[in-house]
């Protein structure tokens, strides 16, 4: 099944993307490092405005937006592609080597490729070993939703960042290593630089 997606001009969108098979990938604090890295260089690349974001054990929510004057071409579907595949094949890479490779460059053919580890590989995460289906991190469809008013913005911020604690993953919001949080309640940067828009 395909999940809506829709590209507004003007409006702020709220995505979510899943692991593949709902695979708790993002366990891995060196992962979401990696996750992290790759939206901010990204987001710098292409011209977006990261409003907020969660990145949570199978799944990233994400509160993006852009000039469409200034970047006319530019799509969820791009920016969510570019994050997606280049974040697999450098997960890929450090599970097998155990470092991220400093070479790897979106803009090469490597950093095109990479919804797919090869079939045989099994993740290792806190001990447990997880053998995944077919080798996917991402699952090819995500969700996006128009964010149309201050009010629907602040109930999509309040989501994102409650998410860790009903999945019982923390008590507050703040002890989430992985989210905007901090940067709203105590304007705290941490590990990506969050975008204000008006």
């Not at 891995?28 to 405005?49: A, H, M, P, S, W």
């Not at 993740?123 to 149309?148: A, L, M, S």
Request: glycine share 4%; hydrophobic share 35%.
């Amino acid at each position: 099944m395909s999940l809506p997606k829709f590209n507004e001009a003007s409006y702020a969108h709220f995505i979510t993307t899943k692991t593949f098979e709902n695979q708790k990938v993002f366990r891995n604090d060196k992962y979401c490092e990696i996750l992290i890295k790759d939206i901010d260089f990204y987001r710098n690349k292409l011209g977006f405005k990261l409003v907020g974001y969660c990145m949570m054990p199978d799944h990233l929510h994400i509160i993006m937006w852009w000039d469409v004057d200034v970047n006319k071409d530019l799509t969820i579907s791009k920016i969510i592609q570019s994050i997606k595949n280049h974040s697999a094949k450098e997960i890929e890479y450090y599970f097998k080597m155990g470092r991220r490779k400093p070479s790897l460059s979106p803009h090469s053919k490597a950093g095109s490729e990479g919804f797919l580890l090869p079939k045989n590989y099994q993740w290792k995460d806190e001990g447990t070993v997880h053998t995944p289906v077919k080798g996917r991190i991402w699952q090819h469809d995500f969700y996006d939703f128009n964010i149309y008013s201050d009010k629907k913005m602040n109930e999509k911020l309040n989501y994102i960042h409650w998410n860790p604690v009903r999945a019982g993953l923390c008590n507050k919001p703040e002890d989430w290593l992985w989210s905007s949080y901090k940067f709203y309640e105590f304007r705290e940067e941490d590990r990506i630089k969050i975008d204000i828009i008006r």
